[in-house]
């Protein structure tokens, strides 16, 4: 599923940029070598981050 159709990104491949340590959107555009155009995918990104963070939250205890 793509998350940024501007750029092409992939669900997964946000995964793994936030895997890889990336914790704002503006990471892991550059992550993935891409540029914000619409902006309208950074929501979901926020979104995947912030499930990321609560996973590892959960991982923690
Ligand atoms: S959908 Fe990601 S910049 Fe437009």
């Given at each position: 599923?793509?998350?940024?159709?501007?750029?092409?990104?992939?669900?997964?491949?946000?995964?793994?940029?936030?895997?890889?340590?990336?914790?704002?959107?503006?990471?892991?555009?550059r992550?993935?070598d891409a540029?914000?155009?619409?902006?309208r995918?950074?929501?979901?990104?926020?979104?995947?981050?912030?499930?990321?963070?609560?996973?590892l939250?959960?991982?923690?205890?």
């Amino acid at each position: 599923m793509y998350v940024c159709n501007c750029n092409g990104i992939r669900e997964r491949e946000v995964r793994a940029a936030v895997a890889s340590g990336a914790t704002r959107p503006s990471e892991i555009f550059r992550a993935c070598d891409a540029q914000p155009q619409c902006a309208r995918c950074v929501c979901d990104m926020r979104e995947i981050l912030q499930e990321q963070r609560q996973a590892l939250r959960y991982a923690a205890e």
